[in-house]
């Protein structure tokens, strides 16, 4: 395992245990059938990427990266307070129950919902050697245009396949009030796909012409 391998392995494993910590101690308990039962999930997502994705995307997403936008660097800066409110609230949303007790049916959804999205966004990588983290145009790797998988339905459905995760992550975990951080990030991915579509047309070759064919940036005959 190289190095970049393993320093992607080592942040996506920190990211779920944090996300977890934030989880319990927001909620003042361990003992929240649901929040295990989304962390399990995220284990089990985890699991089903490393395996099945290539190497080099896992090595390019783990690689310290130049030439990265500065507009990217800024929208990923603002998006990490929403996200991690996002497990704040829900913990405390629990604790203090804001949101009432909402019927199971909707932590169900959300599960199942968090899931699918997971596996878009991974459909996405496994199409998309260039799938990286940030924004940036990989001429060292001989940058092309992803024409396979999801990309034959939209331009972005890395972002599709996020935006479920992250609208979804409050109904797994019953929490109506954290929604609202969901929508907050979701807003920004949406900023960020525009000024992502606008980089990619000026400066990947061949981007133009195949944003002709595939007309929609994430959701078919919408936008």
């Given amino acids: 395992m190289n190095e970049n391998i393993f320093r992607r392995v080592v942040q996506t494993i920190l990211t779920l245990v944090l996300q977890s910590v934030i989880l319990f101690i927001s909620a003042g308990t361990y003992r929240w059938i649901w929040a295990w039962i989304?962390?399990?999930?995220g284990v089990v997502i985890l699991v089903i990427n490393f395996m099945v994705l290539p190497q080099e995307v896992i090595e390019e997403?783990?690689?310290?990266?130049?030439?990265?936008?500065k507009w990217d660097k800024i929208l990923t800066t603002?998006?990490?307070?929403?996200?991690?409110?996002?497990?704040?609230?829900?913990?405390?949303d629990y604790r203090f129950n804001w949101s009432g007790d909402l019927q199971i049916s909707i932590?169900?959804?959300?599960?199942?919902?968090?899931f699918l999205g997971s596996?878009?966004?991974?459909?996405?990588?496994?199409?998309?050697?260039?799938?990286?983290?940030?924004?940036?145009?990989?001429?060292?790797?001989?940058?092309?245009?992803a024409v396979e998988g999801p990309y034959k339905y939209v331009r972005?459905?890395?972002?599709?396949?996020?935006?479920?995760?992250?609208?979804?992550t409050p109904l797994a975990?019953?929490?109506?009030?954290?929604?609202?951080?969901?929508?907050?990030?979701s807003?920004?991915?949406?900023?960020?796909?525009?000024?992502?579509?606008?980089?990619?047309?000026?400066?990947?070759?061949?981007?133009?012409?195949?944003?002709k064919k595939v007309r929609y940036r994430l959701i078919p005959f919408i936008w």
Avoid: C
């Avoid at 989304?38 to 999930?41: A, C, E, K, L």
């Avoid at 975990?173 to 990030?185: E, H, N, P, R």
């Fill in 78 to 92: 603002i998006s990490i307070l929403p996200l991690l409110g996002i497990y704040i609230i829900s913990g405390l």
């Fill in 173 to 185: 975990l019953a929490s109506l009030y954290a929604l609202i951080m969901s929508l907050m990030v």
């Fill in 38 to 41: 989304f962390v399990v999930t």
């Fill in 107 to 114: 932590n169900i959804i959300g599960i199942v919902l968090s």
């Fill in 119 to 145: 596996m878009i966004f991974t459909w996405s990588m496994v199409s998309n050697r260039y799938f990286s983290t940030m924004v940036r145009i990989q001429e060292e790797r001989g940058h092309q245009v």
């Fill in 156 to 168: 972005h459905p890395g972002y599709v396949g996020y935006i479920i995760m992250v609208i979804s």
């Fill in 187 to 211: 807003a920004i991915f949406i900023i960020r796909t525009a000024l992502e579509d606008k980089t990619l047309s000026i400066e990947l070759d061949g981007y133009e012409e195949y944003s």
């Fill in 61 to 69: 997403r783990g690689r310290k990266k130049g030439n990265v936008k």
